[in-house]
T-cell receptor
């Protein structure tokens, strides 16, 4: 089954404790991205990757890091989480050629105390 | 800056009626526009994509229009059902390498 998986699905942590949210896709997609979704603000892109070893900042990259060492994986790293990073996070992937519909993961609900 | 506007107020309609959702954009000239459905706490799911040279696209009970002059897309669900209740997001893009910019979505509630 074609899918994007994320882990963990739920996470409660404390300020400053480094964490990683994993993302994996099995569709051989070149393009992957991370979004956060907050009430009233919609989906905002954090980082994206056009292919292996190619990453770039989205609209709200501060406080986040990513890496793309393999085509299927695109982990999101919070080196020192803060309460304002409490949010619902989605990983997504798509092909690089049209049609470029995006496939989203199930989401990770993160709470930083 | 680019702005995508969807009606932030929920749309409440009766089962069997046609629901029409609006997506307006400014300072932007997208070549593609996508619509997604999102259920609470879950990831968005792709529904339809329409290109700038297509006036209308249909898929089962769904219909999307794209008016580049008005800078607007309309999303219609005919014969709506309670199972259609969800938030619907529009997402334009300039080309296949451009990122999608998502609207904040319109919540649709279909009552029996």
């Amino acid at each position: 089954e074609a899918q994007v998986t994320q882990n963990p699905r739920y996470l409660i942590t404390v300020t400053g404790k480094k964490l990683t949210v994993t993302c994996s896709q099995n569709m051989n997609h070149e393009y992957m991205s991370w979004y956060r979704q907050d009430p009233g603000l919609g989906l905002r892109q954090i980082y994206y990757s056009m292919n292996v070893e190619v990453t770039d900042k989205g609209d709200v990259p501060e406080g986040y890091k990513v890496s793309r060492k393999e085509k299927r994986n695109f982990p999101l790293i919070l080196e020192s989480p803060s309460p304002n990073q409490t949010s619902l996070y989605f990983c997504a992937s798509r092909r690089s050629d049209p049609p470029n519909e995006q496939f989203f993961g199930p989401g990770t609900r993160l709470t930083v105390l | 800056s680019q702005k995508i506007e969807q009606n932030s107020e929920a749309l409440n309609i009766q089962e069997g009626k046609t629901a029409t959702l609006t997506c307006n954009y400014t300072n932007y000239s997208p070549a593609y526009l996508q619509w997604y459905r999102q259920d609470p706490g879950r990831g968005p799911v792709f529904l339809l994509l329409i290109r700038e040279n297509e006036k209308e696209k249909r898929k089962e009970r769904l219909k999307v229009t794209f008016d580049t002059t008005l800078k607007q897309s309309l999303f219609h669900i005919t014969a709506s059902q309670p199972a259609d209740s969800a938030t619907y997001l529009c997402a334009p893009s300039r080309d296949n390498t451009d990122k999608l910019i998502f609207g904040t979505g319109t919540r649709l509630q279909v009552f029996p």
